[in-house]
């Protein structure tokens, strides 16, 4: 499901929020199929990587064998090239095929956990756009005065502090309020009304 474009406040009219653009890529690029990615490639690294190491020591010692079981140099040679080196050579490549196989792995795992964090990030920042975190609960986010998201009092108290004030700092039960409340007196603390903080 696609959102509409929603413009950036401030902003002409034809400059879409960059969030909304990237879901809408992420959302395109998600139904694209490749041939790569349908199939299961790294399952033929591991069978290939598998199966070439155990035969090029299997023809190394094929090799041995045979140039052992002769004194003639002229015939140990052939053993020695078809056997030894040939098995030599299967066995690097079936190293270098395993190793292609766990590099996979890697990505793939990094790649997971790097999706499993941005939609944790996601959810995070979902959460806190709904709402502050005050006295242990959400409470609804007010708008943004002096850069501060709220401003909050005591259950019984007619003073407005900053969430960060050492007057309110870890105390249950507290509320958030609006600066413009009748009645009530900003901090001399932490002075939430003052330009600047």
């Not at 299961?40 to 069978?47: A, G, P, T």
């Not at 270098?96 to 790097?114: H, N």
């Not at 944790?120 to 242990?136: D, K, P």
């Amino acid at each position: 499901m696609t959102t509409a474009p929603q413009a950036q406040p401030g902003a002409g009219p034809d400059v879409v929020d960059p969030m909304v653009r990237q879901e809408r890529l992420a959302g395109r690029v998600s139904k694209l199929r490749t041939r790569a990615g349908s199939r299961n490639y790294d399952r033929w690294l591991l069978v290939i990587g598998g199966a070439l190491m155990p035969l090029g020591f299997v023809l190394i010692l094929i090799g041995w064998a045979g140039a052992a079981h002769t004194p003639l140099l002229f015939e140990q040679i052939p053993y020695m090239i078809s056997g030894g080196l040939l098995g030599l050579a299967l066995v690097f490549s079936g190293g270098l095929v395993y190793f292609a196989y766990w590099l996979t792995l890697l990505v793939r795992e990094s790649r997971t956990a790097r999706e499993d964090l941005q939609a944790s990030l996601s959810r995070l920042e979902t959460l806190l756009a709904g709402g502050a975190m005050i006295g242990g609960s959400f409470a609804p986010a007010e708008e943004a005065v002096n850069g501060h998201s709220s401003f909050v009092a005591t259950a019984t108290g007619t003073m407005i502090h900053r969430p960060d004030c050492v007057a309110v700092a870890n105390r249950q039960g507290l509320r958030a309020v609006s600066p413009d409340t009748p009645g009530y007196t900003a901090c001399g603390l932490c002075e939430p009304l003052a330009v600047g903080h």
